[in-house]
T-cell receptor, first 119, second 112 residues
Framework: SQTIHQWPATLVQPVGSPLSLECTVE??????LYWYRQAAGRGLQLLFY??????ISSEVPQNLSASRPQDRQFILSSKKLLLSDSGFYLC??????????????????FGEGSRLTVL | KNQVEQSPQSLIILEGKNCTLQ??????????LRWYKQDTGRGPVSLTI?????NTKSNGRYTATLDADTKQSSLHITASQLSDSASYIC???????????FGTGTRLKVLA
């Protein structure tokens, strides 16, 4: 069965420090991968998505970047955190061919989330 | 602008009672609509998926409806349990893209 792991679960970082959140998926190949941010009282905001190794699409221009060094690994990074980067970050995956254009279903499977507090 | 609006924002009910959550969307082109359950501090988990041609779908005590003409969906929870306490998020997928439009959720609390 497929599983998704995301870490760390919680993180407290000072303003200006770097960030690295990691997500890995097991039990599937070439998944579509996503990073979302969930702010209090707001819907999930798509930050990045990837359909393959080295292929990253950014939805919102910001202080963050993403990389996909391996097929089932997705990393969210920042060189210098801002206060506004605080939030709940969720990694997700969907079955290849179902989450993309032209597909009908495309269920998103989410990780457990990472709570980031920037002080 | 693609939007998903949910109501009520929060809801408190007694254990064993039924409740209905609402979702209105203005997403085009429409692909499908899902309801997710999100426990506090956890990732969302899919409950149901509704495509354009489906009107009703059940998953245990959860029943989702979709009216594609009025662009409305509802999630009905029957005989609520304490474990139903969570946020319920309506998500609409934009056809032909990787985009999913998320509602802000309804926070449900079930009291004993």
């Amino acid at each position: 069965s497929q599983t998704i792991h995301q870490w760390p679960a919680t993180l407290v970082q000072p303003v200006g420090s770097p960030l690295s959140l990691e997500c890995t998926v097991e039990g599937t190949s070439n998944p579509n991968l996503y990073w979302y941010r969930q702010a209090a009282g707001r819907g999930l905001q798509l930050l990045f998505y990837s359909v393959g190794i080295g292929q990253i699409s950014s939805e919102v221009p910001q202080n963050l970047s993403a990389s996909r060094p391996q097929d089932r690994q997705f990393i969210l990074s920042s060189k210098k955190l801002l206060l506004s980067d605080s939030g709940f970050y969720l990694c997700a995956w969907s079955v290849p061919g179902t989450g993309g254009p032209g597909a009908v279903t495309g269920e998103l499977f989410f990780g457990e989330g990472s709570r980031l507090t920037v002080l | 602008k693609n939007q998903v609006e949910q109501s009520p924002q929060s809801l408190i009910i007694l254990e064993g009672k039924n409740c209905t959550l609402q979702c209105n969307y203005t997403v085009s082109p429409f692909s499908n609509l899902r309801w997710y359950k999100q426990d506090t501090g956890r990732g969302p988990v899919s409950l149901t998926i509704m495509t354009f041609s489906e009107n009703t779908k059940s998953n245990g005590r959860y029943t989702a409806t979709l009216d594609a003409d009025t662009k409305q969906s509802s999630l009905h929870i029957t005989a609520s349990q304490l474990s139903d306490s969570a946020s319920y998020i309506c998500v609409v997928r934009v056809s032909g893209t990787y985009k999913y439009i998320f509602g802000t959720g309804t926070r449900l609390k079930v009291l004993a």
